[in-house]
C-alpha cells in the first residue's frame, strides 16, 4: 500500500533546520500519525510523501513557504507595557495568548522588552526557517469513516477522544 489521499500513516521522523540543529525529532516515542490530504502537516513534506510506502526512509527539505509560512511583519507588534498588567516579569521568548478582532485569540512571543513597549511576535515560530525533515514510513492504512469525518487520526500516534 502507498500513501495516497485519505490514507492514515505513521512515521518517525527528524527534523533540523539548515545549519543542522536538531529542532524536533519522534526518536524514543511513538510515531507521529495523520490523515494524508487534511492538512494535518505542513504541505511540503505531506506533498513528498505521496506514493510512499511502509518502509521508505527519506530526507525532505521544505522551504519556508511550504512549512509554516514567511514572516508576516503585521504580526510582529510593539504594545505598550501597560497592556500586560498583573504580570511582574516579562522577559524575551515568554508566550502570551493575544485576543484578535474578531473574538479569537492567538499565541504571541515576547521578543523584546522596553520600560515602554514590549514587542511580541504573532508568526510561527519556525516561519521563516527551511525545515529539513529526515522520515521513516512506518505505517499506512486506509483511514476510518471516523477519522475521515473528524479530519485526523484516532488511536495510538494519533488523536484520542
Known sequence: MTIKENSAVSFH???TD???QQLDSSAGKEPLAYLHGAGNIIPGLENAMTGKSVGDSMTVAVSAAEGYGEVQSELIQEV?????QGVDSIEIGMQFEAQTGQGGSVPVTV???SDEVVTVDGNHPLAGK?????VTIEEIRDATEEELEHGHVH???GHKH
Request: aromatic share 14%; charged share 25%.
Open 13 to 15: 521522523y527528524t527534523l
Open 130 to 134: 527551511n525545515l529539513n525533515f529526515d
Open 111 to 113: 521578543t523584546a522588552v
Open 18 to 20: 539548515d545549519e543542522g
Open 155 to 157: 488511536g495510538p500516534g
Open 80 to 84: 505598550p507595557r501597560e497592556a500586560f
